[in-house]
């Protein structure tokens, strides 16, 4: 019978994932797999914020079971950027000195914004104030960039104002 990982609490997905882990080590030495398992974790600063010590025990659980083995490959992902660099790039614990590599994504410069504008929105600016504007207040970050193209048939400054002090659906 599958286990269920619904309703569970932080305790019983790490005890959940331990066990699997385990089971998924064997299959790969009986069956000499030569790819990489992947584990990718999404929106680890808030995971962490659900559970005390969660980078201590992911760490736990890849020493017990994976330090050393290279079929394995965890990916830790994360929008809180600081958190990520503090608490695990920087990290001084568990996950010390395990990163391989780093994604560094930056917000779009002034050329990449309005052409990501035209080419996932088709919306170009009136004139080079309203974009120079646009860039000024929202900057290159595209999801900021995408709630504003949702608003973009409202002239400039109504859709910057309900950009900024409308509540994000």
Same mark, same amino acid.
């Not at 064997?26 to 914020?49: H, K, M, T």
């Not at 048939?153 to 002090?165: P, T």
């Given at each position: 019978?599958?286990?269920?990982? =619904?309703?569970?609490?932080?305790? *019983? !997905?790490?005890?959940?994932?331990?066990?699997?882990?385990?089971?998924?080590? +064997?299959? +790969?030495?009986?069956?000499?797999?030569?790819?990489? %398992? @992947?584990?990718? !974790?999404?929106? /680890?600063?808030?995971?962490?914020?659900?559970?005390?010590?969660? =980078?201590?025990?992911?760490?736990?659980?890849?020493?017990?079971?994976?330090?050393?083995?290279?079929?394995?490959?965890?990916?830790? $992902?994360?929008?809180?950027?600081?958190?990520? #660099?503090?608490? #695990? /790039?920087? =990290?001084?614990?568990?996950?010390?000195?395990? $990163?391989?590599?780093? #994604?560094?994504?930056?917000?779009? +410069?002034?050329?990449?914004?309005?052409?990501?504008?035209?080419?996932?929105? *088709?919306?170009?600016?009136?004139?080079?104030?309203?974009? @120079?504007?646009?860039?000024? $207040? %929202?900057?290159? /970050?595209?999801?900021?960039? *995408?709630?504003?193209?949702?608003?973009? =048939?409202?002239? !400039?400054?109504?859709? #910057?104002?309900?950009?900024?002090?409308?509540? !994000?659906?």
């Amino acid at each position: 019978e599958k286990e269920k990982l =619904a309703d569970t609490t932080w305790e *019983d !997905f790490f005890s959940f994932l331990s066990k699997t882990m385990d089971n998924l080590h +064997i299959a +790969i030495q009986q069956n000499n797999l030569a790819r990489e %398992i @992947v584990y990718f !974790f999404d929106e /680890v600063p808030f995971a962490a914020e659900q559970t005390n010590n969660f =980078a201590n025990r992911l760490a736990a659980i890849w020493e017990k079971n994976f330090n050393g083995k290279r079929k394995h490959l965890f990916i830790l $992902c994360g929008s809180a950027a600081s958190w990520m #660099i503090q608490e #695990i /790039v920087n =990290a001084t614990g568990g996950l010390n000195s395990r $990163c391989r590599h780093k #994604i560094p994504l930056r917000p779009f +410069i002034y050329r990449e914004m309005t052409e990501y504008l035209k080419k996932k929105y *088709d919306l170009t600016f009136q004139n080079e104030k309203d974009a @120079v504007k646009a860039y000024m $207040c %929202i900057g290159g /970050v595209a999801k900021y960039l *995408d709630f504003y193209a949702e608003k973009e =048939a409202l002239l !400039f400054n109504q859709s #910057i104002s309900k950009l900024m002090f409308e509540e !994000f659906k």
